[in-house]
């Protein structure tokens, strides 16, 4: 009996082919053209790189300056794109001579210019760093001013935000947000979103983009179809929206539509969710079970709902692909193929690269996705449409213009830029129109015969802003400070005798260990207690300052859904939407290092509660 070996197989039946036109299924040799269009639809974060033989594991050394080996490969594989994030940022010199180290590797290898892409919200989601830049309060609290304001504020922070961006070399920003926040529970959107109406959010969202992209600025809508209704973070999970077709139309896709109808969006980010009445295909995941389509991945959504039916003629980007929502899923080929096929133009974070020996996983990458679009897995024709779609845009932005400008006038212009007095003049503003009172049984203005306050926040960093601010507008004020993230600081109830008046804050939800910003909170971060341990201190501090006559104030600092819960035992309610606060440290005059916190939103709630300003904002969301 004669045995053949595989190899041998092989070459048997591909000298049949040759006879049969019969093929032995063998890699497509590759295409330098096909290669090229897919390393333009892929966009990389930088955040991390480390050299192979560093013993760090994970890596997490940040790259703040271009390092040889990831210069080489920009110049080789030629890439769409970057995204950078608050671990790249340091000064401005540092940031533009980053960015245009990344421009300088791409024409170094032959290609054109790539998309240096941030996520600037504003508000929750900043990325420059606090000194620098002007932050805003964010999305809701601009939906809080629009009973007064109409589109002011969303037509300034889009103007501010892509000044000072362009200025530092970036043409691309991952915003606005044009989700519908119609979930209390919504862990990963909240006060990102306008609000809970969704023509109030497409006028804000449509007044944002246009400011943005006016100046020069790619914008992005996100996260389409609507990530506004999820009690499940995309990051951790994939989460599920059970809205009818007329609901979705009414609320989710209002704000893209009215945006797609009424400007010329660059870009729209995917979401990593399912919704099962738009596409409810199921798909095999890499531990066997079948799933329904996230939209990331559906065709039905992005190509026929998205560009069909509602008429999008720009960019589609994917949310990050390393997100669990993906990654949990699919092995990394398999979705950049599939996010392709369903008709995204960009995948966005397939893979990190942290070492040099990272680097060659790349260019597989590429070279089995081209591979996929050699043998038919991915349609020549739509690939080559979207290369182009991408390089239209790319030329329309003249995103090659920044390096005719010598770095040194470019950091030059960006001093005058970022942070301007005018910028930070109209921060305060925002902060001022956005504060909203709930309620009030006659606690505000704080009275002459309050002397003692005690104040009971969620941490170490906003306990200081807050106390600054009041001191600062009150100097008569005795003020204790607490705060309720550690284990150890436990209530002292009977402090309360003594004390005129509580003032008590909350952020729900909770509030990432990235958000504390203190070393005194994030080094006690393993005895943080729980958010069920702070409501619970918090109620039991507020009942028992109701019982003891007391007044008592209750601030929400991001969502303000949890009012009804306090509002028996409150006298006054405020909310402010968000709580940004920036480190500044100086010398007193006996030689001693000074810190101190302060930030737009804790002047605001000074100012309102010593009667400076009125509060003139209204809720954006319903409270029960």
């Given at each position: 009996m004669l045995i053949r070996t595989p190899h041998a197989l092989c070459r048997v039946f591909i000298f049949l082919g040759l006879l049969m036109s019969v093929s032995c299924a063998v890699k497509t040799p590759e295409d330098p053209a096909t290669n090229a269009i897919i390393a333009q639809k892929l966009m990389l974060d930088l955040r991390y790189f480390c050299a192979d033989n560093q013993v760090q594991k994970p890596c997490r050394t940040p790259v703040t300056t271009l390092p040889q080996s990831l210069i080489n490969m920009i110049a080789d594989t030629g890439i769409?794109?970057?995204?950078?994030?608050?671990?790249?940022?340091?000064?401005?010199?540092?940031?533009?001579?980053?960015?245009?180290?990344?421009?300088?590797?791409a024409i170094k290898g032959g290609h054109g210019p790539v998309f240096i892409a941030i996520d600037q919200e504003g508000g929750r989601v900043v990325r420059l760093p606090q000194n620098l830049g002007t932050s805003f309060a964010g999305n809701m609290a601009i939906g809080a001013t629009f009973a007064q304001h109409g589109d002011k504020y969303a037509r300034i922070t889009g103007n501010i935000m892509a000044k000072e961006l362009l200025s530092l070399g970036f043409n691309l920003n991952f915003a606005p947000t044009v989700d519908v926040n119609v979930n209390p529970q919504n862990p990963v959107i909240n006060v990102r979103s306008f609000g809970e109406d969704p023509n109030i959010v497409a006028q804000l969202g449509t007044a944002q983009l246009v400011?943005?992209?006016?100046?020069?600025?790619?914008?992005?809508?996100?996260?389409?179809?609507?990530?506004?209704?999820?009690?499940?973070?995309?990051?951790?999970?994939?989460?599920?929206?059970?809205?009818?077709?007329?609901?979705?139309?009414?609320?989710?896709?209002?704000?893209?539509?009215?945006?797609?109808?009424?400007?010329?969006?660059?870009?729209?980010?995917?979401?990593?969710?399912q919704y099962p009445q738009l596409d409810n295909s199921k798909f095999t995941a890499k531990d066997g079970s079948k799933v329904i389509l996230p939209a990331t991945m559906s065709r039905q959504i992005l190509t026929n709902i998205l560009r069909?039916?509602?008429?999008?003629?720009?960019?589609?980007?994917?949310?990050?692909?390393?997100?669990?929502?993906?990654?949990?899923?699919?092995?990394?080929?398999?979705?950049?193929?599939?996010?392709?096929?369903?008709?995204?133009?960009?995948?966005l974070m397939p893979l990190s690269i942290r070492r040099p020996s990272d680097i060659p996983k790349l260019k597989q990458l590429i070279s089995n996705v081209a591979n996929a679009v050699q043998t038919g897995q991915l349609n020549a024709i739509e690939m080559q449409a979207s290369a182009q779609r991408i390089a239209n845009l790319k030329s329309t932005y003249r995103l090659s213009q920044q390096l005719a400008v010598p770095i040194e006038k470019s950091v030059a212009n960006a001093q005058t830029v970022l942070g301007a007095l005018e910028h930070k003049q109209l921060e305060q503003q925002l902060a001022n129109h956005s504060i909203v009172k709930i309620k009030?049984?006659?606690?505000?203005?704080?009275?002459?015969?309050?002397?003692?306050?005690?104040?009971?926040?969620?941490?170490?960093?906003k306990c200081m802003g807050l106390h600054l601010a009041l001191k600062r507008q009150l100097s008569r004020l005795n003020i204790q400070c607490q705060g309720l993230a550690s284990h150890s600081d436990r209530l002292e109830l009977q402090a309360l005798q003594g004390?005129?008046?509580?003032?008590?804050?909350?952020?729900?939800?909770?509030?990432?260990?990235?958000?504390?910003?203190?070393?005194?909170?994030?080094?006690?971060?393993?005895?943080?207690?729980?958010?069920?341990?702070?409501?619970?201190?918090?109620?039991?501090?507020?009942?028992?300052?109701?019982d003891l006559g007391k007044h008592t104030v209750f601030i929400s600092l991001r969502t303000p859904y949890n009012s009804h819960v306090v509002a028996p035992f409150s006298d006054a309610i405020l909310a402010s939407f968000s709580y940004r606060l920036t480190r500044w440290e100086y010398m007193?005059?006996?030689?001693?290092?000074?810190?101190?916190?302060?930030?737009?939103?804790?002047?605001?709630?000074?100012?309102?509660?010593?009667?400076?300003?009125?509060?003139t904002g209204h809720l954006p969301v319903t409270i029960h």
């Open positions: 769409g794109g970057v995204i950078l994030f608050a671990e790249n940022l340091q000064d401005t010199a540092q940031i533009l001579t980053l960015n245009q180290s990344i421009q300088r590797a400011a943005m992209q006016a100046q020069g600025m790619i914008a992005t809508l996100k996260h389409f179809p609507g990530h506004g209704d999820t009690s499940v973070d995309s990051h951790t999970g994939l989460p599920r929206v059970e809205h009818d077709l007329a609901q979705i139309e009414r609320v989710d896709l209002k704000p893209f539509q009215h945006v797609i109808d009424n400007a010329d969006p660059g870009m729209i980010m995917t979401a990593h969710i069909g039916k509602m008429g999008f003629k720009g960019i589609i980007v994917s949310d990050a692909l390393n997100m669990a929502g993906i990654a949990h899923y699919y092995k990394q080929t398999e979705a950049v193929i599939q996010t392709f096929s369903a008709g995204t133009d960009i995948a009030n049984n006659g606690v505000f203005p704080i009275n002459e015969s309050v002397r003692n306050v005690l104040l009971v926040m969620p941490d170490t960093t004390v005129d008046l509580i003032i008590a804050a909350d952020i729900t939800p909770d509030q990432s260990l990235a958000e504390l910003g203190g070393m005194d909170d994030i080094q006690g971060s393993s005895e943080r207690s729980t958010k069920q341990q702070q409501n619970i201190q918090l109620l039991n501090l507020l009942s028992t300052a109701k007193d005059d006996y030689g001693r290092l000074i810190t101190q916190y302060q930030g737009p939103i804790f002047k605001a709630l000074a100012q309102v509660l010593s009667g400076d300003i009125q509060p």
